[in-house]
């Protein structure tokens, strides 16, 4: 039975589908690889953390500023 081109391009976690496609998908990754690796103890991945939420941060004031920027009368 063949498989579908689109399920060969899953992202790594299945919640991830929409998420992929941000710009912080990379610290999203490290943060879970980080999780998974020390579940016991996530005060390891702290910095992960930190880098994911400025990045989010950052894309959140980005599209702020772009809508502020739209006119709704152009």
Known sequence: MATSARSNQTAPYPSASKISDGQCFPQYTASLKCLEEFSTD??????????????KKKERE????????RSLFS
């Open 62 to 69: 980005a599209r702020l500023e772009r809508n502020r920027n």
């Open 42 to 55: 996530k005060s390891k991945c702290q910095q992960h953390f930190d880098v994911y939420k400025e990045c």
